[in-house]
Nanobody
Framework: QVQLAESGGGLVQAGGSLRLSCVAS????????VGWFRQAPEKEREFVAA????????RYADSVKGRFTISRDNAKNTVHLQMNSLKPEDMAIYYC?????????????????WGQGTQVTVSS
């Protein structure tokens, strides 16, 4: 079983940056694709970014492309999401997720493991 724990959320002004981290425990996720999703109040959970098992293939939602960067450190069983040029519309709870296959997916229902989420608040 894989447990995921996110950290790094907080309050930031518009235009600022945050770096989210997700640490896996229980077993290695070095062979798993990982992703970040977010959910704003009264909205559906949406895809943000994902990368395959070795980080070579990545994908981003159009709304964050050019501003967010997903990366992973398999030696540390950790995934990061660097978020720059934050906007008020980026405000949400951000979730880390892992799926038990090598290839990435943008569909939340294809991820088996989820963290509890970390709140990102962007003030205008």
């Amino acid at each position: 079983q894989v447990q995921l724990a996110e950290s790094g959320g907080g309050l930031v002004q518009a235009g600022g940056s945050l770096r989210l981290s997700c640490v896996a425990s229980g077993r290695t996720i070095s062979n798993y694709a990982v992703g970040w999703f977010r959910q704003a109040p009264e909205k559906e959970r949406e895809f943000v970014a994902a990368c395959d098992w070795n980080g070579y293939n990545v994908r981003y939602a159009d709304s964050v492309k050019g501003r967010f960067t997903i990366s992973r450190d398999n030696a540390k069983n950790t995934v990061h999401l660097q978020m720059n040029s934050l906007k008020p519309e980026d405000m949400a709870i951000y979730y880390c997720a892992a799926r038990g296959t090598h290839s990435l997916s943008t569909a939340s229902d294809e991820y088996a493991y989820w963290g509890q989420g970390t709140q990102v608040t962007v003030s205008s």
